[in-house]
């Protein structure tokens, strides 16, 4: 019998909001396809069309709304253009991490809600002389989070 027979939660990480997604879409044409008929006597899947992108459409979304307004392109070698958009997307969004933003000034609900926190709201533990507990912020919107654990 193992000594630690009780399984607990422990990747906190994942259960916080990932601060950007990026929302897409894709219009594919479904072109037919010819081919010769299968042998009849085994089964087969006979393709009939494929799906070809002409289109799609994304929006970059964070915590605080839009980062900014859709992007809709519509023509020749549309994954490609797909993929080169989001390396761009990516290159924005990684600008913004370089730049963590300070904390705001806690309101007065926050600054109470902090100053009675006896536990972690992210593991829940509770606080003690060694694990005392410190403001966790957002650091893409300076917004207060809760009231965490200092480690
Ligand atoms: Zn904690």
């Known amino acids: ?28 044409l479904t072109v037919p396809v010819y081919s010769c008929h299968p042998n009849s006597d ?20 964070s915590a605080t709304g ?13 994954p490609q253009v797909f993929m080169e958009r989001m390396k761009i997307e990516a290159k924005t969004i990684q600008e913004l991490y370089k730049n963590p933003l300070l904390m705001d000034p806690l309101t007065n609900d926050e600054q109470k809600a902090f ?12 606080f003690t002389k060694e694990n005392y507990k410190v403001r966790d912020h ?7 989070r809760g009231t965490a654990c200092n480690t």
């Open 138 to 144: 957002d650091h893409q919107t300076g917004k207060f």
């Open 1 to 28: 019998m193992p000594e630690d027979k009780w399984l607990s939660f422990k990747n906190i990480k994942h259960t916080m909001r990932v601060p950007y997604v990026i929302y897409a879409d894709f219009e594919c």
């Open 42 to 61: 085994k089964s087969y899947t006979e393709a009939y069309q494929k799906h070809e992108p002409i289109s799609f459409s994304y929006y970059v979304a």
């Open 115 to 126: 100053q009675q926190a006896n536990h972690c709201y992210l593991c829940q533990q509770v």
């Open 66 to 78: 839009f980062l900014k307004a859709p992007f809709v392109y519509r023509g020749p070698n549309a």
